[in-house]
C-alpha cells in the first residue's frame, strides 16, 4: 500500500509561481512512474505532467509545456510540480499518483494510488 499526501497549494496572482509536493510512504517509489492530474470545477480530471520510474523521462501536457516542471527526489520518496507563470486556467484541484508501471502515463488509469489533492487557485 502507498500513502500519497500533497502540499503547496494555494491562492496565487496570474504569472505567479508555485511548487507542489507530493510525498509518498509505505514503498519507495523510485521504481515507479508519478504523475500529475488537475481537475476544474465542472470539468473531467485531465493530465498535467508525468515522471517515468523507468527511464527518468518527463511527460507535459500541452498546456502547461514551458511553465510546469516535473522532478523526483527518490531519496525523499516525493515528487514535485513546480509551476510557473501561472494562468487563471490553471485552477483547480492537483493529484499526484503513483503506478507500477507498464501503462499509459497519460491516462489515469495507468495508476494505482492518488493523494487527496491540493487546492490551486490563480486569480487574474
Known amino acids: 500500500q502507498v500513502q500519497l499526501v500533497e502540499s503547496g497549494g494555494g491562492l496565487v496572482q496570474a504569472g505567479g509561481s508555485l511548487r507542489l509536493s507530493c510525498a509518498a510512504s509505505?514503498?519507495?517509489?523510485?521504481?515507479?512512474?508519478m504523475g500529475w492530474f488537475r481537475q476544474a470545477p465542472g470539468k473531467e480530471r485531465e493530465f498535467v505532467g508525468a515522471?517515468?520510474?523507468?527511464?527518468?523521462?518527463?511527460y507535459s501536457a500541452d498546456s502547461v509545456k514551458g511553465r510546469f516542471t516535473i522532478s523526483a527526489d527518490n531519496a525523499k520518496n516525493t515528487v514535485y510540480l513546480q509551476m510557473n507563470t501561472l494562468k487563471p486556467e490553471d485552477t483547480g484541484v492537483y493529484y499526484c499518483?503513483?503506478?507500477?508501471?507498464?501503462?499509459?502515463?497519460?491516462?489515469?488509469?495507468?495508476?494505482?494510488?492518488w493523494g487527496q489533492g491540493t487546492q490551486v487557485t490563480v486569480s487574474s
Open positions: 499518483a503513483v503506478g507500477s508501471g507498464g501503462r499509459s502515463l497519460l491516462r489515469d488509469d495507468g495508476y494505482d494510488y
Open positions: 509505505g514503498r519507495p517509489f523510485s521504481s515507479y512512474d
Open positions: 515522471f517515468s520510474g523507468r527511464d527518468g523521462s518527463t
